[in-house]
Nanobody, 122 residues
Framework: VQLVESGGGLVQAGGSLRLSCAAS????????MGWFRQAPGKEREFVAR????????SYADSVKGRFTISRDHAKNTVYLQMNSLKPEDTAVYYC????????????????WGQGTLVTVSS
């Protein structure tokens, strides 16, 4: 599975962005897809995940109610809609795929994109 993120950029606090992750490979439809982020000087952290079917989703407490993960099997793409953005959401956002488990542990994700930078100004 190859993953390519897009949609990052600079936005003011309170604004919205939608990240996209285009996937190639036959295992996309059955892979758990996740979004992670890494802020400067901090460790990578879990943001959201979605099951292969799309029926199950899970979010970090810090983004719950503001971010929404979704997937489009016809387009082989997973999305992260980010609303009510805060300066503390500033980070490089990574899309990842797990072919083994529905998890928020980054060690269980075996495919990663290159990341897209989101900067939220106050």
């Amino acid at each position: 599975v190859q993953l390519v993120e897009s949609g990052g950029g600079l936005v003011q606090a309170g604004g919205s962005l939608r990240l996209s992750c285009a996937a190639s490979g036959r295992t996309f439809s059955t892979s758990v897809m996740g979004w992670f982020r890494q802020a400067p000087g901090k460790e990578r952290e879990f943001v959201a995940r979605i099951s292969g079917s799309g029926r199950l989703t899970s979010y970090a407490d810090s983004v719950k109610g503001r971010f929404t993960i979704s997937r489009d099997h016809a387009k082989n793409t997973v999305y992260l809609q980010m609303n009510s953005l805060k300066p503390e959401d500033t980070a490089v956002y990574y899309c990842a795929a797990s072919t083994t488990s529905y998890t928020d542990n980054s060690n269980d994700y075996n495919y990663w994109g290159q990341g897209t930078l989101v900067t939220v100004s106050s």
